[in-house]
């Protein structure tokens, strides 16, 4: 089992949908929780990321993090064509190495 | 802005060649890394480096090696090209004591 789990997609929306991405993880350890887009042929970008439980809101992104139940989510509210890209999520234990975890990335479409 | 720039967009080598991709950043930070990101596999570290003439292995060192000799750069080695190294390479930096990494926009290297 993979320490971080992601659905690979493509999650296909319609334009002003709201969209829910997430991953699972098995390392109770992990405290940092980052999400990263990727658009075609670009490298990733950070987007957001929360440390330890709780909502963290940016915009139309809403990062949630729940570690009872090693599940993280990114929300996107009124979804674009232009938020069509890979979204990565990422982890890694506060303290120690500071070399994260990714996921294997969701593909999302937003057509108009 | 974190700009982390990647010395070829595309590089096509035949099988056998020394291939060197390079990555510099222009923030001073500390530890940069080299990933690999093929489809279905998500991205894989290959090496990575906290300091100059630092380097420490990833994942998947196998067929690689790095040169740190300058803070801001930080290059990626083939020694003798494979087919199976036709990859998407991502280089990324990090300031110390950060998880959150910058990246740059990649090398697609196609190995025939």
């Known amino acids: 089992q993979k320490e971080v789990e992601q659905d690979p997609g493509p999650l296909s929306v319609p334009e002003g949908a709201i969209v829910s991405l997430n991953c699972t993880y098995s390392?109770?350890?992990?405290?940092?929780f980052m999400w990263y887009r990727q658009y075609s042929r670009k490298g990733p970008e950070l987007l957001m990321y929360?440390?330890?439980?709780g909502n963290k809101e940016d915009g139309r992104f809403t990062a949630q993090v729940d570690k009872s139940s090693k599940y993280i989510s990114l929300f996107i509210r009124d979804s674009q064509p232009s938020d069509s890209a890979t979204y990565l999520c990422?982890?890694?234990?506060?303290?120690?190495?500071?070399?994260?975890?990714f996921g294997r990335g969701t593909s999302l479409i937003v057509h108009p | 802005d974190v700009k982390v720039t990647q010395s070829s967009r595309y590089l096509v080598k035949r099988t056998g060649e020394k291939v060197f991709l390079e990555c510099v950043q222009d923030?001073?930070?500390?530890?940069m890394f080299w990933y690999r990101q093929d489809p279905g596999l998500g991205l894989r570290l290959i090496y990575f480096?906290?300091?100059?003439?630092?380097?420490e292995k990833g994942d998947i060192p196998e067929g690689y090696s790095v040169s740190r000799e300058k803070k801001e750069r930080f290059s990626l080695i083939l020694e003798s090209a494979s087919t199976n190294q036709t990859s998407m390479y991502l280089c990324?930096?990090?300031?110390?004591?950060?998880?959150?990494?910058?990246f740059g926009p990649g090398t697609r290297l196609t190995v025939t």
């Open positions: 480096s906290y300091d100059v003439k630092m380097k």
């Open positions: 990324a930096s990090t300031p110390d004591s950060s998880y959150e990494q910058y």
């Open positions: 923030m001073d930070h500390e530890n």
């Open positions: 929360t440390y330890s439980s």
């Open positions: 390392n109770s350890a992990f405290q940092y």
């Open positions: 990422a982890m890694t234990s506060s303290g120690g190495s500071y070399i994260p975890t």
